[in-house]
């Protein structure tokens, strides 16, 4: 039983393509999260939603787009790709009022 | 804003000795901290959590307690395994938002 699941694992493609990350989680949660994991294992927040609504947005391209149809799903879309946004990108989900946040797997994005 | 500052690595060391990996924050108010795991081509799973001073985390033989009068929250165990080892991330929730440090990769040679 995933509890939070990303496809794909891994993806390559080349510079100014446009491509989706998807992020499911069967937790139950109300809050999703998509961090960035650079080459020297450095994480950093990149959105939140609460209940499909953007609560997080911190400083990043606007080639990077967060999509939540529903609690249960936060997607990334990025747009124009550049050899810097190769990194390994987490999904996470947690409650509102409650601490703990779960990672997905992640999924290994290079760009050539 | 909140910040971690942890001990960077790599840490080698054999087995059954004793780990310690240094971590401290910086926040407005109390945050709650945490010691997240991440094994070798696996995504983070949390390993212990302290909400408030003097709280102690503890899993897996690994403890951490929360010291609000030293801003730290150092992760040890007394006695590692070739199995502990992973990259280990110190965190501080403010706002909705994980904060980490940069993480250290710890080796326990056999």
């Known amino acids: 039983d995933t509890a939070v699941s990303q496809t794909p694992k891994y993806l390559v493609t080349q510079m100014g393509n446009d491509k989706s990350i998807k992020c499911e989680q069967n937790l139950g949660h109300d809050t999703m999260y998509w961090y960035k994991q650079d080459s020297k294992k450095f994480l950093k927040i990149m959105f939140s939603?609460?209940?499909?609504?953007?609560?997080i947005n911190e400083t990043v391209p606007n080639r990077f787009s967060p999509k939540s149809p529903d609690k249960a799903h936060l997607n990334l879309h990025i747009n124009s790709l550049e050899l810097g946004d190769s990194a390994v990108y987490f999904c996470?989900?947690?409650?509102?009022?409650?601490?703990?946040?779960?990672f997905g797997p992640g999924t290994r994005l290079t760009v050539l | 804003g909140n910040s971690v500052t942890q001990m960077e690595g790599p840490v080698t060391l054999s087995e059954e000795a004793f780990l310690t990996i240094n971590c401290t924050y910086t926040a407005t108010g109390y945050p709650s901290l945490f010691w997240y795991v991440q094994y070798p081509g696996e995504g983070l799973q949390l390993l212990l959590k302290a909400t408030k001073a003097d709280d102690k985390g503890s899993n897996k033989g690994f403890e951490a307690t929360y010291r609000k009068e030293t801003t730290s929250f150092h992760l040890e165990k007394g006695s590692v395994q070739v199995s502990d080892s992973a990259v280990y991330f110190c965190a501080s929730l403010s706002d909705y938002k994980l904060s980490f440090g940069a993480g250290t990769t710890v080796t326990v040679r056999a």
């Open positions: 996470a989900s947690g409650r509102v009022g409650t601490d703990t946040q779960y």
């Open positions: 939603y609460n209940n499909k609504e953007l609560i």
